[in-house]
């Protein structure tokens, strides 16, 4: 299962791209929590915003997780086919 993924990505870089930017940005959310706001709790619903929409605010993003979802699928799907 790791090999056909792995063969997926490498025939569609924009899904390896993205990918790759969602979880740099959520380390960098993480990071920042860590090391500059110094929080005790770890924030995930505002990492989660990071890592999927770049949204820095949890109350800009107005949508559910269930709706994230599917739009991540919808965009795998697309890429897929192309």
Do not use: C
């Not at 390896?16 to 960098?28: D, T």
């Not at 709790?41 to 709706?67: C, F, I, L, P, W």
Request: hydrophobic share 45%; no cysteine.
């Amino acid at each position: 299962m790791l090999r056909r993924l792995i063969t997926k990505f490498k025939e569609h870089p924009i899904i390896r791209n993205s990918v790759q930017i969602s979880l740099i940005y959520a380390a960098g959310d993480l990071t920042q929590q860590t090391f500059i706001s110094k929080v005790e709790k770890y924030d995930y619903t505002n990492t989660r915003n990071v890592a999927v929409v770049g949204g820095e605010n949890s109350e800009t993003v107005v949508m559910h997780t269930g709706q994230y979802v599917i739009i991540v699928i919808i965009f795998v799907l697309v890429s897929f086919l192309y």
